[in-house]
């Protein structure tokens, strides 16, 4: 069972022997022979479903689930939370008043930051967490009515080794897929990262950077403080993104951009100086 909303592009037929939810619109641009579940609105009617499917453990359920398992070497600070089903690797650090949420894995050498929640989470070896970090949480998914219905999110949240995510950041968890940030990427304090986003090796975020929900990033991209990146939109390699840039569109490997909206840095200069002269 899948969901395809009209603004939507695809290519080729999807398994006749699955589901699509879908508007007629939608249904028109289908293989005849595919499975079809038409609605009138794609997003109620994921939301609606979603909530029939899926729900929290009840508190009695968290109880049958294994008490945490600790590595070696393991420092847990003052009035730190760490639920059943949680897996904690060799020398970690916990700091104070952290909270680990059930069935959680913390990989090998990696620090915790002070009050900092991490729920519906795997982080891989020797990662950094800031103080007042939140991740896994729920994101921003709803159908907006007069009594909004949330989107029950079931993905994770992947940290692949030695990231590093600065402090009152927030990381959401993947609505039917997972968030992920590759290997050795650094986030700064006070980033957001939504919903099914996913981040690429040996990137850099600035303070302030906000990523909308499902934008694919590519390896090696900078972006300065305050820049947006719109949701749905893919970011090449090797891209940068200068400080208060605001992205709507996929930007390909290897380009600079600037702007809001931005574009390549060339371009702007170039405008910029009919506009304010040379000075």
């Known amino acids: 069972l899948s969901f395809l909303y009209d603004n939507e592009k695809f290519g080729g037929d999807f398994p006749l022997n699955s589901w699509i939810i879908c508007t007629e619109k939608m249904a028109n641009r289908l293989n005849p022979a595919q499975k079809k579940i038409i609605v009138r609105d794609v997003q109620e009617s994921v939301a609606k479903i979603s909530n029939i499917f899926y729900r929290d453990y009840t508190e009695k359920e968290k109880m049958n689930f294994n008490v945490p398992v600790f590595g070696e070497n393991c420092q847990i600070g003052n009035n730190v939370t760490i639920e059943n089903g949680v897996t904690i690797g060799k020398n970690v650090k916990i700091n104070h008043g952290a909270v680990v949420k059930i069935n959680c894995i913390i990989g090998?050498?990696?620090?915790?930051?002070?009050n900092t929640v991490i729920s519906n989470s795997i982080l891989g070896e020797n990662i950094y967490i800031g103080s007042n970090t939140s991740i896994g949480q729920r994101g921003f998914g709803f159908f907006l009515s007069k009594s909004n219905i949330n989107i029950y999110h079931i993905g994770r949240v992947l940290l692949q080794s030695k990231v590093s995510i600065g402090s009152n950041?927030?990381?959401?968890?993947?609505?039917?897929?997972?968030?992920?940030?590759?290997?050795?990427?650094?986030?700064?304090?006070?980033?957001h990262v939504a919903h099914n986003v996913e981040i690429g090796n040996n990137s850099a975020f600035a303070a302030m950077t906000g990523i909308a929900g499902s934008a694919k990033i590519g390896n090696h991209v900078l972006t300065g403080g305050q820049a947006g990146i719109a949701g749905h939109i893919k970011i090449g390699n090797n891209v940068h993104i200068a400080a208060k840039s605001g992205?709507?569109?996929?930007?390909?490997?290897?380009?600079?951009?600037?702007?809001?909206?931005?574009?390549?840095k060339y371009k702007f200069i170039k405008n910029y100086k009919k506009i304010y002269g040379k000075k």
């Open 108 to 114: 090998d050498g990696s620090i915790i930051g002070s």
């Open 169 to 191: 950041c927030t990381i959401d968890r993947g609505s039917f897929s997972d968030t992920v940030i590759g290997e050795n990427t650094y986030l700064d304090n006070l980033c």
């Open 247 to 264: 992205v709507f569109q996929s930007i390909d490997d290897g380009e600079t951009v600037m702007g809001n909206p931005a574009v390549n």
